[in-house]
């Protein structure tokens, strides 16, 4: 149990055009899911919190309008990235937080494989 | 907020050798501590946790200890094989609805046969 898949897994656009990342929890709910982006050899740096059914929270620097978040089901979170650009190409990973049912472990973090955008 | 230190940010060990990466935490009202394994390309695995009621923990080769006071937490790998090879993180977290990992800047562990 408690498995996040992520699609697409890679994803290539030209710059100046927008493209949506989905996470999905696809055998327990998610209230809350985090969106991370992580540049070769660095960390996962948070970009936000997603909470189902209101606004996400957008971690210091991070802008809202360019990375849109919609986390409108409790196991379907979407990150778009708006007018990419090439300073945009990063690997995406979100991750979904555990509630206690259905094998997930409350508050642990069940992390998807990750998404590669390229901006060319 | 909170901000988490790690050291070394490289470490090479023979295999059969130990392995140590040190952390630090900031935030004293942290009380969750799980460290991730990452391959290359590939998503966090969780490999073990500690939580802040608890001074130290083993599972097999892999041991994590807690110094709350401190605001240091460690992990150990013995008997160090080469797929151990990966980068290590570690992070702290107050395991709150809502409350986000804050990781550390990573470790990247070789394991030479």
């Known amino acids: 149990g408690a498995v996040v898949s992520q699609h697409p897994s890679w994803v290539i656009c030209k710059s100046g055009t927008s493209v949506k990342i989905e996470c999905r929890s696809l055998?327990?709910?998610?209230?809350?899911m985090f969106w991370y982006r992580q540049f070769p050899k660095q960390s996962l740096m948070l970009m936000a919190t997603s909470n189902e059914g209101s606004k996400a929270t957008y971690e210091q620097g991070v802008e809202k309008d360019k990375f849109l978040i919609n986390h409108a089901s409790l196991t379907l979170s979407t990150l778009t990235v708006t007018s990419a650009h090439p300073e945009d190409s990063s690997f995406y990973i979100c991750?979904?937080?555990?509630?206690?049912?259905?094998?997930?472990?409350?508050?642990?973090?069940?992390f998807g494989p990750g998404t590669r955008l390229t901006v060319t | 907020g909170e901000n988490v230190e790690q050291h070394p940010s490289t470490l090479s060990v023979q295999e059969g050798d130990s392995a140590v990466i040190k952390c630090t935490y900031s935030?004293?009202?942290?009380?969750?501590f799980p460290w991730y394994k990452q391959e290359l390309g590939k998503r966090p695995q969780l490999i073990i946790d500690?939580?802040?009621?608890?001074g130290e923990k083993k599972d097999q080769r892999i041991a994590v200890t807690l110094n709350k006071t401190a605001k240091h937490f460690s992990l150990h790998i013995t008997e160090t094989q080469p797929e151990d090879s990966a980068v290590y993180f570690c992070a702290a977290s107050m395991q709150t609805s809502y409350d986000k990992v804050i990781f550390g800047p990573g470790t990247s562990l070789s394991v030479i046969p």
């Open positions: 500690i939580r802040s009621n608890v």
């Open positions: 991750s979904a937080e555990g509630s206690g049912l259905a094998g997930a472990r409350p508050y642990e973090q069940y």
């Open positions: 055998d327990f709910q998610a209230t809350t």
């Open positions: 935030d004293s009202a942290s009380n969750y």
